[in-house]
């Protein structure tokens, strides 16, 4: 069965730091770009970010440019989001998300090319 389990959520400071982590089991991530997006209260889903599946394409939103960054290992089936100078307005609900794709193609932002998605972590930048 295919699954991603995302981690790594919380509360959180205003200027703080997280790192998201989303883990992939019953299938390899090798074959897969990851997405990382988001969901606020009252708000449509958003892209935050991707990887293509061999990490050589990311691809952010205005939003969160020089303050997240998208990785992963595949050795260890997992892509990390390491978000830092959290803003208020980046508390969401952060899923992941697989999309099958080539060698060499670059990733996507749109969340209605995904697959697979993670059941989401709780994301709360607060005072």
């Known amino acids: 069965q295919l699954q991603l389990v995302e981690s790594g959520g919380g509360l959180v400071q205003p200027g703080g730091s997280l790192r998201l982590s989303c883990a992939a089991s019953g299938f390899t991530l090798d074959y897969y770009a990851i997405g990382w997006f988001r969901q606020a209260p009252g708000k449509e889903r958003e892209g935050v970010s991707c990887?293509?599946?061999?990490?050589?394409?990311?691809n952010y939103a205005d939003s969160v440019k020089g303050r997240f960054t998208i990785s992963r290992d595949n050795a260890k089936n997992t892509v990390y989001l390491q978000m830092n100078s959290l803003k208020p307005e980046d508390t969401a609900v952060y899923y992941c998300?697989?999309?099958?794709?080539?060698?060499?193609?670059?990733?996507?932002?749109?969340?209605?090319?995904?697959?697979?998605w993670g059941q989401g972590t709780q994301v709360t930048v607060s005072s």
């Open positions: 998300a697989a999309r099958r794709s080539l060698f060499g193609s670059m990733c996507s932002p749109n969340p209605n090319e995904y697959a697979y």
């Open positions: 990887i293509s599946r061999n990490g050589g394409s990311t």
